[in-house]
C-alpha cells in the first residue's frame, strides 16, 4: 500500500482529545491523538492549514449531501527532547513524505566500501546523521546513517536504541552497516526492540528496519551517545527536512507515527 495519500505538508496546531480550533476559513480541526503535542504557530516552516490537510480522506456529509467533516491521519515525527517515549507536550516537527523507488531498500542503501552510497535519498555527510524513509520494491522501511565515506570522523561511536510499536510485528532488520552493529535485541507485546551499536572510522555506519505496514505504527529512537556528530536531519522526499537537535544543539530522541485529525466546517 502507498502512502503518499497521508502525508502531505505539516499541521499548524496538534491537540489532544477533544479539543477544537477555529481558523479564519471558518473551519474547525479536531486532533484526535491522545497525546498533546505542540509546533510554534511562528514557525514559517510549519505550512499553512489549507496546504497541509490531505485530501483523498473519507468525508461525513449530511442528508442532503452537505459537507460536514473530513478525517485523515497525518505521518510524521516528533522530538523526544526527555526521552520518555512519549510525544506529551513534545514539539511536532512536521508531516513526512517517503522517497519512492523501484529498488528494495538494501539496493537502494548501495552498501560497498564500509560505507551508504544511496541511489535515492539525501546524501551522506561528514559528522552528520540523516534520517529517512523509502519505499521501494519490498515496501515502506526506516533508514538512516551516520558520516561519510572516506573522509569525516577518523574515529567515533554512535549507540541509538529503538523501539517499534504496531505494524504486527512484521519489521526486523535489513541491512546493518557494519554487519552485527544493528541487532533486533527483544521482542515486546507490541513490537521489537532493536541496538544498534556504531563504531566508524573514515566511512559511514547506519541501517534499514522494515518493512512497515498500515498506519497506526509507532517508531521511538533513544539517542544514547552521539560522539562528534554535529547535525542530524530527518529528510521527507520534496526537499522537506527537519532538524534534529534540541534547544541546547544537540542531538535530540525522536518519535515517527500517525496522528489522527477530524477537520469539520462551520454549520
Known sequence: MKLRKYIIGSIVLVLGAGITVSFQNCEDV??????????????????GLDQDLPRDIP?????????????????????????DGSIENEKFLGSIV????????????????????????????????????????????????????????PDNIVNWDMETIGNSKKDDVLLSDDANE???????????????????????????????????????????????????TFYSEGDRKFSLNNANNKVSSFIIGFLGYKKCKKQ
Request: charged share 25%; aromatic share 16%.
Open 30 to 47: 479536531q486532533f484526535t491523538s491522545i497525546p498533546t503535542a505542540t509546533v510554534d504557530p511562528n514557525d514559517p516552516g510549519q505550512g
Open 98 to 153: 517517503p522517497y519512492q523507488g523501484d529498488k528494495s531498500a538494501a539496493e537502494n542503501y548501495n552498501y560497498y566500501s564500509a560505507s551508504a552510497h544511496p541511489y535515492i535519498g539525501p546524501k551522506p555527510d561528514e559528522f552528520s546523521s540523516h534520517v529517512f524513509f523509502y519505499e521501494g520494491s519490498d515496501g515502506l522501511t526506516f533508514n538512516f546513517y551516520f558520516n561519510i565515506d572516506e573522509g569525516g570522523s
Open 182 to 232: 544493528l541487532k533486533r535485541s527483544a521482542e515486546t507485546q507490541e513490537g521489537h526492540q532493536y541496538e544498534g551499536r556504531f563504531h566508524y572510522w573514515d566511512n559511514t555506519d547506519g541501517g534499514i528496519i522494515g518493512p512497515f505496514e498500515g498506519e497506526d505504527f509507532y517508531i521511538k529512537v533513544n539517542v544514547l551517545e552521539t560522539g562528534d556528530i554535529q547535525d542530524a
Open 59 to 83: 468525508e461525513i456529509r449530511d442528508e442532503d449531501g452537505n459537507l460536514i467533516c473530513e478525517e485523515g491521519k497525518h505521518f510524521g515525527i516528533w522530538l523526544d527532547e526527555n526521552d
